[in-house]
């Protein structure tokens, strides 16, 4: 019998991201961004069989509600939170070849701060802005969840705001300190993200925590709450800054675009597009690519040179700026990560040298 709970477990104690259950392999557990079966977790041998399909639905039918099963019957996808005893998980539903799939993300319940996954000052500063939109970007995977809870916790711990967080699902628990927070689940909490914020104004809030900016109307909605004086932080699945500006501009319809360069070039307050890279030694650290908005930045943005911005970025260190090449030359530099890895991230692998 497939014992998930057993495995959820031992994907928390080993430490692992995420734990991967597919019809026809065995459990398989994520860490430090590799792959391992559990027999190689546990050091044994035919531990961990092969996964059947009756087993894993009977698996996953014991972690779901009556509406969950329902949900995720007619949906096919299915997104929860899942808590087991102290431990927190978000898992992920899907059919594959008409199979059941489940993949879980292991939450740690120590709350990250900015100083543990290395945040550079000039971050702080954005968060301490009263209005503006904060962007972080990335792969899936590159720890987007923790920086924008070690965020959330920074406002928390130091200033005293109403912080309204949209979430699928809830992953960190926040708990109110000199802030307020009230955290919304998508499907439980609101009907979607655009709902949701279309009337979160009429809540009094100062800090808005968007989970994921999936669409236009989730998109306009939090440009316009950034512009009505409010500090917006959300998350996209972009690799740098320019490509996250244009993204975002190019969702508008053509008639719209001119309209939202001029939005975003007085609201844009800075990108942080982070991955993770194998450390030395052993676990994860990031490297990222910073843009704050300064006059340079706004007016590229507004005469639609983003093709530029990434010469602003590598002019511009005095202002906190910084390129991906940049950051991972200096992780390199510093002993942090191998030539191999550094190598590998850079778009230009020359700059190494």
Known sequence: MLDIKKLLQIAATKSASDLHLVVSLPPIFRIDGELFSLDEILKKKDFGDVITEKELQEAISLILTPEQKTKFFVDRDLDIGYALNDLRFRINLSYEKDNMKLVARVITEEQPTLEQIGMPKIVYELLNQPQGLVLLTGPTGCGKSTTLAAMINYINNNRSCNIVTFEDPI???????????????????????????????????????????????????????????????????????????????????????????????????????????????????????????????????????????????????????????????????????????????????????
């Open 171 to 353: 992953e960190f628990l926040f708990k109110s300190n000199k802030s307020v927070i009230t955290q919304r689940q998508l499907g439980s909490d609101m009907i979607s993200f655009a709902k949701g914020l279309k009337y979160v104004l009429r809540q009094d809030p100062n800090v808005i925590m968007v989970g994921e900016m999936r669409d236009l109307e989730t998109i306009a909605a939090a440009i316009t709450i950034a512009e009505t004086g409010h500090l917006v932080l959300a998350t996209l699945h972009t690799y740098n800054a320019a490509q996250t500006v244009d993204r975002i501009i190019d969702i508008f319809p053509p008639h719209q675009q001119n309209q939202v360069r001029a939005q975003l070039s007085m609201i844009l307050s800075g990108v942080i597009s982070q991955r993770l890279l194998p450390k030395v030694g052993g676990g994860r650290i990031a490297a990222r690519e910073i843009m704050i908005r300064n006059s340079a930045v706004s007016n590229l943005i507004r005469e639609n040179k983003i093709a530029q911005l990434k010469s602003v970025l590598q002019t511009s260190g005095a202002d906190g700026m910084v390129t991906l090449d940049k950051h991972i030359k200096e992780l390199y530099n510093k002993g942090l990560i191998t030539q191999e890895v550094a190598l590998g991230q850079m778009e230009n692998p020359n700059e190494l040298e």
